[in-house]
């Protein structure tokens, strides 16, 4: 990988304050390349104080309508194309829609055509790619808020079709029609996609790039959770090697039938009996891949060098030690100690001591954290 190369260009880091785009933040600036960075305004900060932020090159915005017109204003005359990174499934979106006014000038996440990636971020829509490509699928039904299917089969687990503010909290395993109706009440999205819920006792998340659209995939890191939440992705994971050929050359052909380009995640889910169902694939950068980073394998730069050159690169793949530990340990603390009191506080700060790669908390970088936790204080003092 040139990274003297790479650096000559600008990167610009879209999303909002989350740990997703910190990860991507100190992948670069542990590289030496302050990037520009573009966040909705949150009264919880995290991203936009770490040290790797220049204050110059940072944008605070009320909506991505109003990042996407100060992307176009200030940086689309740069000789050398700039690099974006967005980091949820809403900038995705918003610049997808927008790829033929921006491919000539900027390198982002494409498939080649404007709307394409969007239709591909619906559930329903990739469930149906992975299903042609022999992958397996939990029954499922695209209903309009409100409607039971006449052949539903209980359990079921309600998903968002596509991404809203606030997708993440309508997710619900119904185990009866009154479950289900009750669900329906809070749910804030029209379109939903009900699955079979299927038991499961554990995850398998991957995590990497595509680059030559579609044709070159690579896939850097494995996560597997050490617990399980059932209606929640979990906190806590082991990253290992990847060495499934199987599974690469199904996601190789999906992802060519795509015709994407960009930083990725897939998700499966695994049921007692070791089987794997499909669940989703994210493109965009998800907020696991800063273990990859950790583990020599920067996904930032793995995928620069893969556009610039037009091919994934060489010799990327770095061995992982045995049972490597990952933690979200701000969502972990959310989950397993203040919402469902799992474990106490003096075992979560163990897990955290015991990790190998945190999310929040970095000892080169640590205002983050700080700030981070200041703003759940004032927040939690604020609703007394």
Known sequence: MDINRIKKHLFIVMGY????????????????????????????????????????KLFIVNNYEEMYKILLKK???????????PCDDNITELLDKKWDEIKDIFFV???????????????????ELAKKNGLNIAASWRIKNGEIPQDIVYPVITKPLTSYIGWKDDYYVCYTEKELKDAFKVIKGEDILLQQFISKVNELCLDGIVVNHGQDLLITIASKYTYILPDYYSMEM????????????????????????????????????????????NLRNSGWSYASTKLGMNLPLLWADGMLNGKKPINARKRIPDNYIALAEVG????????????????WFKGVLNADCLYVWNSKDIKPAIIYWYCKIIRFIKKI
């Not at 996440?109 to 469930?127: D, L, P, V």
Request: glycine fraction near 6%; aromatic fraction near 14%; include cysteine.
């Open 75 to 85: 940086f689309s005359h740069y000789k050398l194309k700039p690099f974006i990174i």
């Open 238 to 281: 082991v990253v290992s090697n990847f060495n499934d050929k199987y599974f690469q050359n199904i996601l190789n052909k999906m992802f060519k039938e795509i015709g994407y380009e960009g930083i990725f995640s897939a998700e499966f889910m695994i049921d007692k009996d070791g089987k794997y169902w499909f669940l989703e694939i």
């Open 17 to 56: 304050e989350h740990y997703n785009p910190l990860g991507v933040i100190r992948s670069l600036g542990e590289n030496g390349i302050y990037p520009v960075v573009m966040l909705l305004k949150s009264d919880m900060r995290i991203a936009s104080v770490s040290k790797y932020v220049d204050k110059r």
């Open 109 to 127: 996440s494409n498939a080649g055509e404007s709307g394409r990636i969007t239709h591909f971020m619906n559930k329903w829509t990739i469930c």
């Open 332 to 347: 972990d603390f959310e989950h397993r100690v203040r919402r469902l009191k799992q474990i106490s506080i003096l075992k």
